[in-house]
């Protein structure tokens, strides 16, 4: 059974930083794409980055390019996403989520086979 669960949400002020886990199970993590979405309130659920199975190439969404880093750690099957210069609008129920997929990774949902449950991420101004 595929199990993906992420952590680290909280209420932080604007300015500040938090850094979200998420840990997986069943699955060949070291072949999996791995992103990082979120949903904010009354809003479409959009994609906020993305990295490939080696962890050799990244992507963002524009708004937080510079401020958001993705890694992973294949040997601990989890994925992390590091979120500094936090902006009010960063405010949503982040998911981590696992596509199957080598070589590439895509912020677009669609193709993602496994999903977290979420995790709360508050920014106050």
């Known amino acids: 059974q595929v199990q993906v669960v992420e952590s680290g949400g909280g209420l932080v002020q604007a300015g500040g930083s938090l850094r979200l886990s998420c840990t997986t199970s069943?699955?060949?993590?070291?072949?999996?794409?791995m992103g990082w979405f979120r949903q904010a309130p009354g809003k479409e659920r959009e994609g906020v980055s993305c990295?490939?199975?080696?962890?050799?190439?990244?992507y963002y969404k524009e708004s937080v390019r510079g401020r958001f880093t993705i890694s992973r750690d294949n040997a601990k099957n989890t994925l992390y996403l590091q979120m500094n210069s936090l902006k009010p609008e960063d405010t949503a129920i982040y998911y981590c989520?696992?596509?199957?997929?080598?070589?590439?990774?895509?912020?677009?949902?669609?193709?993602?086979?496994?999903w977290g449950q979420g995790t709360q991420v508050t920014v106050s101004a």
């Open positions: 990295i490939t199975s080696t962890g050799l190439s990244t």
């Open positions: 069943g699955l060949p993590f070291y072949n999996y794409a």
């Open positions: 989520a696992a596509e199957n997929k080598y070589g590439s990774c895509s912020i677009v949902s669609d193709g993602y086979n496994y």
